[in-house]
């Protein structure tokens, strides 16, 4: 048996222009999801028989990255699926993990290629970011140029990422789930038609990664005021380029009253926002007046690690 955990994640700053080259900070958060693995007679899945339907990630891992015979696996999450919080990335990292570490070596930086070899596979990924900062924990900023604290590097295509390591602060965010997640790629594509015919939509592009770099120097110097103040401002750019909904703009509003600043995080259309604040029971609360389902979370969560107790993990957190 051999079993490994992986992070879900937030994205703080830079989600769609990350699709146009632009940069985007992504960081890891305390809620993790476990698998586990051990050779059986047939393949399953938390007990039910393993397939495409009851787990595409999982089998696509176990397609593309497993040469032995059938495997029991079994899952535990703290990630609510579909909220935008990375759980499928999660669990494909989490199943690389535990496959690599049967096999003795566990490598953040191949785990983070394969999964977003399996992540395209099964959703045609636009960019690498929820799979590398599941491998990796604490924060990335991820690029189309390389700079300093450099991880990796990533192509597809014509694409290529730099994955760079970003220094977090702890720092206590509230996640708000609308309830309700649209699925990423036409939130893509809607984002893209809008800048193939409108220079506007270009320029909130390049404004939001001009924030985003701002952002950056703001997290590592600690300035959560001066960071949250440009959360919000990304959220407004967000809501212009059309992937906000009045559901967001609600959890938005009602958090700002104890927060630096809030924004939607992912994709938009539905998933989540995110609030970052001091006061996390206060806005919890408030998100959950307006009909959201909050999760405070907190940054520097570990990446993708083996679990050396895999009796203990499944009832831990
Ligand atoms: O919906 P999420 O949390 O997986 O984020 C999507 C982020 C986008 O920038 C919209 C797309 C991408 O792949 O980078």
């Known amino acids: ?155 597809r295509d014509t694409r290529r990422w730099f994955i760079h390591d970003c220094e977090v602060p702890k720092m206590t965010l509230v996640v708000g789930f609308t309830g309700k997640k649209a699925p990423t790629g036409p939130l893509v594509a809607k984002v893209r038609r809008y800048a193939d015919r409108s220079g506007f939509a270009r320029e909130i592009i390049d404004e939001i990664g001009t924030l985003t770099m701002e952002g950056l120097s703001r997290m590592r110097a600690g300035d959560v005021e001066a960071l949250g103040r440009l959360l919000t401002k990304n959220h407004n750019l967000l809501t212009i380029l059309g992937v906000s909904t009045p559901a967001l703009q609600r959890l938005v509003d009602a958090a700002m009253p104890y927060s630096y600043g809030a924004k939607l995080t992912g994709a938009g259309g539905g998933g989540s926002m995110i609030a970052l604040t001091d006061e996390p029971e206060k806005v919890a609360t408030a998100i959950r007046a307006r009909g959201g389902i909050p999760f405070i979370v907190r940054t520097g969560a570990d990446g993708v690690r083996e679990e050396v107790d895999p009796d203990l993990f499944m009832v831990s957190r």
């Open 1 to 155: 048996m051999s079993a490994a955990s992986a992070p879900g994640k937030i994205i703080l700053m830079g989600e769609h222009a990350v699709v146009f080259g632009r940069p985007a900070i992504a960081l890891a958060i305390d809620l993790r999801l476990r698998c586990s693995v051990r050779p059986s007679m047939v393949s399953t899945l938390n007990g039910q028989p393993m397939d495409d339907r009851a787990g595409p990630y999982i089998a696509t891992v176990l397609r593309e990255n497993w040469e032995g015979g059938p495997l029991a696996i079994d899952i535990t999450s703290d990630l609510p699926s579909g909220s935008g919080l990375g759980s499928s990335a999660a669990v494909t990292v989490a199943t690389l993990g535990a496959i690599y570490a049967s096999k003795g070596r566990m490598v953040p930086e191949t785990i983070a290629r394969r999964a977003f070899d399996v992540e395209s596979t099964v959703q045609g990924r636009a960019s690498p970011i929820d799979t590398s900062i599941s491998s990796h924990g604490g924060g990335i900023f991820i690029s189309s140029h390389r700079s300093d604290n450099l991880l990796w590097e990533i192509s």
